[in-house]
């Protein structure tokens, strides 16, 4: 190797000081702050015909012949036939013929006084527009200058006659080719770097980097060293930037944009590079891998972000987890915004930007859903991590419409596994059975309690009600299914499914207390009116059971079963001093043969109208269920009266007076029931038909009345119509075995659908 032209060089130390300045620029803020280490500024105008001092690299390094020394590398072989800046030895009209520069480590310019240019600060400019534009350049660089044979300046544009052959034309050539050629200077990249023009200081410094592979080894160390500061500043630069991009997208574009320029500019770099190396060969410096480094800074910008809950405000009421899922959940949707309206445009789309961040919020917030799931969680935790998994995170990242567009084609998938989504489901549904069950339990001991207190149930609209318990076991057990539904799909049909199963056992608890009341209180002070409370409760069971649960649900018919089992209970118990006091009445009938019969029932009508009274206090669909039953009572007892065989009459004159008292009887027994609400139309023809047949005397018109009553009321039997034809002495055993088989061809096989013949036992 060459020995190096000049004095010792100096330059590590020339090295150190400039690495220690491009250090300071690590410390210079990204978004503005303290001031920052200046540039030298511009010298003071130099005396006229005076040699141009040359401007350092980097301040700091020393000046003159040793600083040419230490910024210029040892020549290699052959290099001897041109100077420092390209200028051959030819150029004896500027410098003498055939004579050596007077030192090979200073400038033509410096050793030519009589022509200013090229200039110390030409050659150290940052391109040629900016050199085009220094004042004190005395001819401009886009029409490169060259040098006369008198010393006089020549511009390339003046006109043929001005630059002629020779060595002046040699010379121009080799300024051109210089300046043509010349690298991006060290301190044109620093000032970039200062002025956050993060895309030109790239730019220039890939082609530093590849001006090094023409000079020698010594020179190549040094440089790249340098250049090598550079990069880590400008890396310190960019990555800072990158790493708030989701701040600066809105707040600062523009910077946003010079980085991510840089970096698309070093990927372009690493891939030219690739392209035209063999995979074997390997460089210290490329590929730079920027794009990785990328990945990484947004990975670390998004769990940053992701961790720092002090953005999110706190919600009275939720536990820890469950404002970490809240803030997880809306950083994540908010970030990803910002992410397609504002960063997405800025980058080519083989980075794919949007999928490379919305995969690390995702994987992110699985990791940490994942590590709750499979610590110990309290119930609510619990609930609030599924409704998460299978409600908000799939529904609440979509309500913006562009943030749906670009996940719907991402297919991010769930925030738990499937395994282990099962298992807190399964925690979850037994949980929330156990508690509602648990609550069930605890409101049917309050409401027997109640029972025992000596306090008349509230009335509501003039009902009496007891319908807390109803309520509060209805709500219960729609609040459970709601919350479950709200998980999901699924996970609400599961509860309500057990759920389903609940609540018959509950009501059949339910009867069971009631029934123990009913037998052990009948001293109570409110007895009946506790009865009526506890039945107006079974109402708003029956209706949230009719619409609630499919009909083929054999919960359903159980819950209906017990219901009613509770409502007839309660209606017998109710009924049960009326019909006491109506069975004396009707045997006035018998006993007085039908003489006095609408006195008799004037007193069944009156006893009767003193109870209904009473039953006013229940809600309607139960008071007309009562009244109906109080009417087929009625009607019932009149028909028992007329199957005792007590009354045998012989003439169709005495036929006639009975089925005329029966008529009117029928007539206002139909008026008092309708009258009080009753809905028991079927009953209306049973006595007025009964009337017929004993008025009627042609057997064929018999036989067809008695068709037409067992159509009505199929459940009507031989026995029965036997003894009511006891009335009719005056037909013959012939006649009355020709009625009876005309019966029993005519009944209907299917029983009735309300039974009334078939609850009269006949002796």
Same mark, same amino acid.
């Given at each position: 190797?060459?020995?190096?032209?000049?004095?010792?060089?100096?330059?590590?130390?020339?090295?150190?000081?400039?690495?220690?300045?491009?250090?300071?620029?690590?410390?210079?803020?990204?978004?503005?702050?303290?001031?920052?280490?200046?540039?030298?500024?511009?010298?003071?105008?130099?005396?006229?015909?005076?040699?141009?001092?040359?401007?350092?690299?980097?301040?700091?390094?020393?000046?003159?012949?040793?600083?040419?020394?230490?910024?210029?590398?040892?020549?290699?072989?052959?290099?001897?036939?041109?100077?420092?800046?390209?200028?051959?030895?030819?150029?004896?009209?500027?410098?003498?013929?055939?004579?050596?520069?007077?030192?090979?480590?200073?400038?033509?310019?410096?050793?030519?006084?009589?022509?200013?240019?090229?200039?110390?600060?030409?050659?150290?400019?940052? +391109? =040629?527009?900016? /050199? *085009? &534009?220094? !004042?004190?350049?005395?001819?401009?660089?886009? %029409?490169?200058?060259?040098?006369?044979?008198?010393?006089?300046?020549?511009?390339?544009?003046?006109?043929?006659?001005?630059?002629?052959?020779?060595?002046?034309?040699?010379?121009?050539?080799?300024?051109?080719?210089?300046?043509?050629?010349?690298?991006?200077?060290?301190?044109?990249?620093?000032?970039?770097?200062?002025?956050?023009?993060?895309?030109?200081?790239?730019?220039?410094?890939?082609?530093?980097?590849?001006?090094?592979?023409?000079?020698?080894?010594?020179?190549?160390?040094?440089?790249?060293?340098?250049?090598?500061?550079?990069?880590?500043?400008?890396?310190?630069?960019?990555?800072?930037?990158?790493?708030?991009?989701?701040?600066?997208?809105?707040?600062?574009?523009?910077?946003?944009?010079?980085?991510?320029?840089?970096?698309?500019?070093?990927?372009?770099? +690493? =891939?030219?590079? /690739? *392209? &035209?190396? !063999?995979?074997?060969?390997?460089?210290?410096? %490329?590929?730079?891998?920027?794009?990785?480094?990328?990945?990484?800074?947004?990975?670390?910008?998004?769990?940053?972000?992701?961790?720092?809950?002090?953005?999110?405000?706190?919600?009275?009421?939720?536990?820890?987890?469950?404002?970490?899922?809240?803030?997880?959940?809306?950083?994540?949707?908010?970030?990803?915004?910002?992410?397609?309206?504002?960063?997405?445009?800025?980058?080519?789309?083989?980075?794919?930007?949007?999928?490379?961040?919305?995969?690390?919020?995702?994987?992110?917030?699985?990791?940490?859903?994942?590590?709750?799931?499979?610590?110990?969680?309290?119930?609510?935790?619990?609930?609030?991590?599924?409704?998460?998994?299978?409600?908000?995170?799939?529904?609440?990242?979509?309500?913006?419409?562009?943030?749906?567009?670009?996940?719907?084609?991402?297919?991010?998938?769930?925030?738990?596994? *499937?395994?282990?989504?099962?298992?807190?489901?399964?925690?979850?549904?037994?949980?929330?059975?156990?508690?509602?069950?648990?609550?069930?339990?605890?409101?049917?001991?309050?409401?027997?309690?109640?029972?025992?207190?000596?306090?008349?149930?509230?009335?509501?609209?003039?009902?009496?009600?007891?319908?807390?318990?109803?309520?509060?076991?209805?709500?219960?057990?729609?609040?459970?299914?709601?919350?479950?539904?709200?998980?999901?799909?699924?996970?609400?049909?599961?509860?309500?499914?057990?759920?389903?199963?609940?609540?018959?056992?509950?009501?059949?608890?339910?009867?069971?207390?009631?029934?123990?009341?009913?037998?052990?209180?009948?001293?109570?002070?409110?007895?009946?009116?506790?009865?009526?409370?506890?039945?107006?409760?079974?109402?708003?069971?029956?209706?949230?059971?009719?619409?609630?649960?499919?009909?083929?649900?054999?919960?359903?018919?159980?819950?209906? *079963?017990?219901?009613?089992?509770?409502?007839?209970?309660?209606?017998?118990?109710?009924?049960?001093?009326?019909?006491?006091?109506?069975?004396?009445?009707?045997?006035?009938?018998?006993?007085?043969?039908?003489?006095?019969?609408?006195?008799?029932?004037?007193?069944?009508?009156?006893?009767?109208?003193?109870?209904?009274?009473?039953?006013?206090?229940?809600?309607?669909?139960?008071?007309?269920?009562?009244?109906?039953?109080?009417?087929?009572?009625?009607?019932?007892?009149?028909?028992?009266?007329?199957?005792?065989?007590?009354?045998?009459?012989?003439?169709?004159?005495?036929?006639?007076?009975?089925?005329?008292?029966?008529?009117?009887?029928?007539?206002?027994?139909?008026?008092?029931?309708?009258?009080?609400?009753?809905?028991?139309?079927?009953?209306?023809?049973?006595?007025?038909?009964?009337?017929?047949?004993?008025?009627?005397?042609?057997?064929?018109?018999?036989?067809?009345?008695?068709?037409?009553?067992?159509?009505?009321?199929?459940?009507?039997?031989?026995?029965?119509?036997?003894?009511?034809?006891?009335?009719?002495?005056?037909?013959?055993?012939?006649?009355?075995?020709?009625?009876?088989?005309?019966?029993?061809?005519?009944?209907?096989?299917?029983?009735?659908?309300?039974?009334?013949?078939?609850?009269?036992?006949?002796?």
């Amino acid at each position: 190797m060459r020995a190096p032209l000049g004095p010792a060089n100096p330059l590590p130390r020339a090295l150190h000081r400039r690495r220690g300045f491009l250090a300071s620029l690590w410390l210079e803020p990204i978004f503005g702050g303290e001031a920052q280490p200046e540039f030298p500024s511009p010298r003071a105008p130099r005396a006229a015909g005076s040699p141009p001092p040359r401007p350092p690299l980097i301040a700091g390094l020393p000046r003159g012949p040793a600083a040419s020394a230490a910024r210029r590398p040892a020549s290699p072989p052959g290099a001897a036939a041109h100077g420092p800046i390209g200028i051959r030895n030819g150029s004896e009209g500027c410098i003498g013929a055939n004579r050596q520069l007077e030192d090979p480590l200073t400038s033509v310019a410096e050793q030519v006084p009589a022509c200013p240019e090229p200039s110390g600060e030409d050659i150290w400019s940052r +391109d =040629q527009e900016k /050199m *085009s &534009e220094r !004042p004190e350049a005395a001819c401009r660089p886009s %029409r490169a200058s060259s040098i006369t044979s008198n010393g006089s300046c020549t511009s390339a544009g003046d006109s043929p006659e001005k630059g002629k052959k020779g060595i002046k034309g040699i010379l121009t050539s080799a300024l051109k080719k210089m300046k043509k050629s010349k690298p991006p200077s060290v301190k044109q990249v620093i000032d970039l770097l200062e002025e956050q023009k993060l895309f030109d200081a790239a730019q220039h410094l890939i082609v530093l980097e590849k001006s090094l592979s023409s000079k020698s080894e010594e020179g190549l160390n040094a440089s790249q060293q340098d250049i090598e500061s550079l990069y880590e500043v400008l890396k310190h630069k960019v990555f800072s930037i990158l790493k708030d991009s989701l701040l600066l997208a809105k707040t600062n574009p523009e910077l946003l944009q010079q980085a991510i320029e840089a970096l698309k500019e070093q990927e372009k770099e +690493d =891939q030219n590079y /690739m *392209s &035209e190396n !063999p995979p074997d060969q390997s460089m210290q410096f %490329r590929p730079r891998k920027w794009k990785e480094l990328w990945m990484a800074t947004v990975k670390e910008s998004v769990e940053t972000r992701m961790k720092d809950t002090s953005h999110t405000p706190r919600t009275e009421n939720l536990s820890t987890v469950g404002q970490n899922l809240l803030h997880m959940g809306k950083t994540m949707r908010e970030d990803l915004t910002v992410v397609v309206k504002y960063m997405k445009q800025l980058y080519p789309p083989e980075f794919n930007v949007f999928s490379t961040y919305a995969e690390l919020y995702h994987n992110y917030f699985a990791s940490q859903a994942t590590k709750n799931a499979e610590s110990h969680l309290e119930d609510k935790d619990i609930y609030l991590l599924l409704s998460w998994v299978h409600s908000i995170y799939p529904k609440d990242m979509r309500k913006e419409h562009v943030l749906a567009e670009e996940l719907e084609k991402l297919k991010l998938g769930s925030l738990l596994p *499937s395994s282990l989504s099962k298992e807190l489901e399964r925690k979850y549904l037994d949980s929330e059975e156990a508690t509602i069950k648990n609550s069930l339990s605890k409101c049917l001991d309050k409401e027997i309690q109640r029972w025992k207190e000596d306090k008349e149930p509230e009335k509501l609209n003039g009902h009496f009600q007891s319908e807390l318990l109803a309520i509060f076991v209805i709500q219960s057990i729609y609040s459970g299914q709601k919350r479950a539904k709200d998980i999901s799909t699924a996970v609400g049909e599961e509860l309500s499914h057990r759920l389903s199963k609940e609540l018959p056992a509950f009501l059949k608890s339910y009867k069971d207390a009631f029934e123990d009341f009913k037998e052990k209180s009948k001293k109570h002070r409110y007895y009946k009116p506790i009865l009526i409370a506890n039945i107006n409760n079974c109402w708003n069971f029956r209706d949230y059971t009719e619409k609630n649960m499919a009909e083929k649900d054999d919960n359903k018919a159980s819950i209906l *079963s017990t219901l009613s089992d509770i409502e007839n209970s309660g209606f017998d118990v109710l009924l049960q001093q009326l019909f006491v006091q109506l069975k004396p009445i009707y045997k006035k009938f018998t006993e007085n043969k039908w003489d006095s019969s609408n006195e008799i029932m004037n007193e069944i009508i009156n006893t009767t109208s003193k109870h209904i009274s009473d039953f006013r206090t229940l809600k309607d669909p139960f008071y007309h269920a009562i009244v109906e039953k109080i009417h087929a009572r009625l009607v019932k007892e009149y028909i028992v009266r007329l199957l005792k065989r007590k009354v045998c009459l012989k003439t169709p004159a005495q036929q006639q007076n009975l089925a005329q008292h029966i008529s009117r009887n029928a007539a206002d027994l139909e008026a008092f029931c309708t009258s009080n609400g009753s809905q028991a139309t079927w009953l209306n023809s049973a006595l007025p038909k009964l009337a017929e047949i004993i008025r009627l005397q042609d057997l064929g018109a018999i036989k067809i009345e008695v068709a037409t009553l067992a159509t009505t009321y199929p459940d009507i039997r031989k026995r029965h119509l036997e003894a009511f034809l006891h009335i009719k002495a005056n037909l013959s055993r012939g006649e009355l075995k020709s009625i009876l088989g005309y019966l029993a061809d005519s009944t209907a096989s299917t029983p009735p659908v309300v039974p009334l013949f078939s609850n009269i036992n006949v002796s």
